[in-house]
């Protein structure tokens, strides 16, 4: 292959304040068009901007997550174009100063650790949604204002599946964070994404093309992997590849041209004169740096060394926020870390999914794991009742020691119980045990499963297989 892509990715996270970037609305999502406006954020004359000291809190908080520095002394720029839902015909944002820069990011793409630069993290406004209906056009100012971080990655990044990695990891990042919802529905996390295809057999770099607003991780994959095939065909057919901006439609699956790429000349950006400069001291810095967490990445890799945990489980216990603190709780009090993770992968996300409750909502305790995974270490309980009492104590919560005493998921032993459910399944399941007289072994699997059927899943797995093979060489003897 003689064509090489690189990507750059510029991901637009709104941060969950209470109020606006620059004024004191409500930052709220859904509520009646043009209810939370005033005179800073629709842009009347003469109204004065004051900036959200927890809006700056949050984007270096982010920074530092990214592993960037801090700028002690940024400032705000006006940045002209106009738009008919940005009132001002300016947004306030960040030139040459951002607040953070240099970081890095590291990611798993499938199993494999790799990384991407960030050139920058920058504040900056929101501007307002327009609504299209019929042959009219609505504004709702109720966005606008709003308070974002963009994050600028350098060109790092080679591949679709790498981009979808890459903003995967990203959006996890900062709901580790607790400082964005991340909803891509609600246009609270949106990524515009920068291609450049080259041919590796010269020096000479394509142009970069622009595809803007993306808000699906899959539609993230899905206009990157098209648009390296359109660049590539370009340059197979001898044209030049210019520079510009496109939009992604969905529905026919291609980038369409939407304009000619603006240089940063034509924004014109000059400082913002109503906003003084931004200077963050030390102390601001490390108490934010106090505060970060143990991401993905890091416990994926801990959970591997430390716990001996497959890479696909740690994949999944890492990537879900409580699922890994509900682990790592279980891990503390004893539990065997393999075993547990197989059952919160299983049962538990299977849970949560189904319920919408994440583990640490519902009224699943760690105790109660340790003490299932006991008694099924011990030939208490099978994996089937293991799975039932985690149900029921995960969505009724109760004491997982009681469940156990209970008769109804107590394992059953007794052989003449066990040989009359054998005997009993043997006889509603005729056309099964034909087909293993005849030599089909996998019958034999099927009448197992059904005899824990009738057991409800508790009979002594060992006992089960042994009186169920006695029954079978009996009756095949009987037809002989």
Not at 90 to 118: N, W
Not at 235 to 263: C, N
Not at 326 to 348: H, Q, R, S, W
Not at 439 to 444: D, E, P, V
């Amino acid at each position: 292959m003689t064509y090489k892509a690189v990507i750059g990715l510029e991901i637009h996270a709104e941060l969950n304040t209470k109020t606006k970037m620059y004024c004191s609305c409500k930052n709220s999502f859904g509520d009646n068009p043009n209810t939370n406006i005033c005179p800073v954020c629709t842009g009347l004359p003469g109204a004065l901007p004051v900036i959200n000291r927890a809006a700056v809190e949050r984007a270096v908080f982010a920074g530092l997550a990214f592993n960037c520095r801090i700028n002690k002394f940024t400032r705000m720029y006006r940045k002209q174009y106009f738009y008919p839902d940005l009132p001002k015909g300016y947004q306030i944002s960040q030139f040459d100063m951002p607040l953070c820069e240099d970081g890095i990011i590291y990611y798993f793409s499938g199993d494999e650790l790799k990384s991407a630069g960030v050139k920058q993290v920058h504040i900056e406004e929101d501007a307002g949604k327009l609504i299209h209906g019929g042959d009219r056009t609505y504004i709702d100012y109720n966005r606008c204002g709003v308070p974002l971080i963009e994050i600028v990655t350098r060109p790092d990044i080679y591949s679709a599946i790498d981009a979808q990695a890459f903003l995967e990891t990203v959006r996890r990042m900062l709901l580790f964070l607790g400082i964005s919802d991340c909803n891509m529905q609600e246009g609270s996390l949106r990524c515009d994404v920068n291609i450049s295809v080259s041919d590796t057999r010269n020096s000479c770099n394509s142009e970069r093309v622009e595809i803007k607003n993306l808000n699906t991780f899959g539609g993230v994959r899905r206009a990157i992997e098209f648009e390296i095939k359109r660049q590539t065909g370009l340059l197979e057919s001898g044209a030049v590849i210019s520079r510009e901006t496109r939009g992604w439609d969905e529905k026919r699956q291609i980038s369409v041209l939407l304009r000619s790429k603006e240089d940063i000349e034509d924004y014109r950006y000059l400082p913002e004169p109503d906003i003084p400069a931004i200077r963050i001291d030390d102390r601001f810095i490390d108490n934010l740096r106090n505060r970060l967490p143990e991401f993905e990445y890091q416990k994926r890799i801990r959970y591997t060394k430390e716990y001996n945990l497959s890479g696909y489980d740690a994949g999944l216990i890492s990537g879900n926020q409580g699922l890994a603190v509900f682990f790592d709780k279980c891990a503390k009090l004893g539990a065997n870390p393999v075993e547990c993770a197989k059952l919160l992968t299983g049962e538990v996300l299977r849970l949560e999914n189904e319920t919408g409750i994440s583990v640490m909502e519902s009224k699943l305790k760690p105790e109660d794991i340790c003490a299932v995974l006991s008694a099924l270490k011990a030939g208490k309980i099978n994996h089937g009742t293991a799975k039932t009492i985690t149900r029921t104590l995960f969505e009724s919560g109760g004491s997982a020691a009681d469940l156990l005493l209970s008769p109804a998921f107590s394992r059953i032993d007794d052989e003449t119980y066990i040989l009359k459910t054998a005997a009993e399944t043997l006889d509603e399941n005729p056309g099964a045990l034909k087909d293993y007289i005849s030599g089909k072994q996998n019958a034999r699997t099927f009448l197992i499963g059904q005899c824990m059927r009738k057991t409800k899943g508790r009979a002594n797995p060992r006992v089960l297989s042994r009186i169920l093979d006695g029954e079978l060489r009996k009756r095949k003897a009987e037809k002989e």
